[in-house]
T-cell receptor, first 115, second 113 residues
Framework: GAVVSQHPSWVICKSGTSVKIECRSL??????MFWYRQFPKQSLMLMAT?????????EQGVEKDKFLINHASLTLSTLTVTSAHPEDSSFYIC???????????FGPGTRLTVL | GNSVTQMEGPVTLSEEAFLTINCTYTATGYPSLFWYVQYPGEGLQLLLKATKADDKGSNKGFEATYRKETTSFHLEKGSVQVSDSAVYFCALSPQGGSEKLVFGKGTKLTVNP
């Protein structure tokens, strides 16, 4: 089946630094990718919708200057958490929507811990 | 607004027991409903879906029926296996497709031999 990878799977960084998370669709093309955030014992919350070759659409309350999204190709989207702070510590999950079937396939997630 | 409420876990069952995980939703319009499963160390996988009222989604022995009158989409399986141990998420798509999913909090299921 379709596979979505995320890299890194976990990262620890110091407060004030920036962290980039990659999301790749390995065997299909994805015009649209989604970025979610999940806090412990909470549901996945959609942060933004990433469209290849255009600007991302952010959900209400999500700072676009804080969470930079780039979707430069049909198989890769990146999320950069800029000037990270401890409150940004969370589990970040991406999904990629198969351009032909519209089915969303999810990555395994990235655990970010900001010290 | 749109929201999904599912029963809180964790749920622990013995092998071959009957499983029900309740899910209710609030939505405007005509949403599509989904169940996703997340096995340890893996990404969420679509388990089943239903796109309109009275539709029944089924896969791997799991079933869920889209009940508009009770705004519910309960997940059931007649006989669970150890390999069904995972976290199950109920979700809806307000626009009826598979975009912009709204998720419940997830229910962790552990099946003991």
């Amino acid at each position: 089946g379709a596979v979505v990878s995320q890299h890194p799977s976990w990262v620890i960084c110091k407060s004030g630094t920036s962290v980039k998370i990659e999301c790749r669709s390995l065997d299909f093309q994805a015009t649209t990718m989604f970025w979610y955030r999940q806090f412990p014992k909470q549901s996945l919350m959609l942060m933004a919708t990433s469209n290849e070759g255009s600007k991302a659409t952010y959900e209400q309350g999500v700072e676009k200057d804080k969470f930079l999204i780039n979707h430069a190709s049909l198989t890769l989207s990146t999320l950069t958490v800029t000037s990270a702070h401890p409150e940004d510590s969370s589990f970040y999950i991406c999904s990629a929507q198969d351009s032909y079937t519209d089915t969303q396939y999810f990555g395994p997630g990235t655990r970010l811990t900001v010290l | 607004g749109n929201s999904v409420t599912q029963m809180e876990g964790p749920v622990t069952l013995s092998e071959e027991a009957f499983l029900t995980i309740n899910c209710t939703y609030t939505a405007t319009g005509y949403p599509s409903l989904f169940w996703y499963v997340q096995y340890p160390g893996e990404g969420l996988q679509l388990l089943l879906k239903a796109t309109k009222a009275d539709d029944k989604g089924s896969n791997k022995g799991f079933e869920a029926t889209y009940r508009k009158e009770t705004t519910s989409f309960h997940l059931e399986k007649g006989s669970v296996q150890v390999s069904d141990s995972a976290v199950y998420f109920c979700a809806l798509s307000p626009q009826g497709g598979s975009e912009k999913l709204v998720f419940g909090k997830g229910t962790k299921l552990t099946v003991n031999p």
